[in-house]
């Protein structure tokens, strides 16, 4: 397939907006090289911004960068205290201009400190050397048997596996666990088990992390920005739209 495709003329290939899964990262910088992909990490409200380039990224797998110039982030716990490297947290920014977004969507509430630093929201760490990673969205998170499961982990994975075409991942209710991790997994009409699934997802990650229940559909689940829609997909789950596929 890529021999069909004439990009000596492309320069740079930037991008951003939804987190991009290791593997499929790997893959573009097989293809174009390191040094033509940059990828970028902010948000609308331009409240923080980080870059990391494709050579940079080949040394710390999973980072969206360090932070632009006049930028600062921290990552705070659920008392609002700074986290020790390596250990997940709140992300929280500070831009050039000082404390406070200048742009927000309409109805939204700013999430702001005592001392003006900016959340959109997002989970994540900071290594030693100050280069950021992403776990997932904070209304994302699963809790399951008193353990946090990140739902774009678990998507990543099952990306991964040659017939899916896309999956969301979402907690819900469990009598024992408090939550369960469920997935809906686009193949395209490709025929597969959830056992198959359940499977592959086993064999790389914890079983805490495995779903207890898949379903196998032939429709799109993301949306036009290219993120999972989440909340949308658990609603249509608990509304009976999907038919649930235990193991």
Known sequence: MRGGFDLSTLSELLHLGAPCAIWLKRAWIDWLGPDRITEVYAGTESAGVT???????LVRPGSVGRPAPGHRFRILDDRGEDVVPGEIGEI???????????????????????????SLGNLGW?????????????TDLILCGGENVYPAEVESVLDSHPVVRSSAVVGLPDDDLGQRVHAVVDTGGV?????????????RLQRIKVPRSIDVIDELLRADTGKTRRP?????VLAGAFRVDQR
């Open 51 to 57: 870059t990391i380039s494709g050579r940079d990224w």
């Open 126 to 138: 900071l290594d030693e050397a100050g280069w950021l990673y992403l776990a997932d969205r904070r």
């Open 92 to 118: 929280h920014m500070l831009p050039p201009r000082g404390p406070g977004s200048t742009y927000r969507y309409r109805g939204a509430e700013p999430q702001l400190t005592a001392d003006g630093w900016d």
């Open 232 to 236: 949308e997909i658990r609603a249509r």
């Open 191 to 203: 025929p597969i088990t959830p056992q198959e699934l359940v499977d592959w997802v086993a064999d």
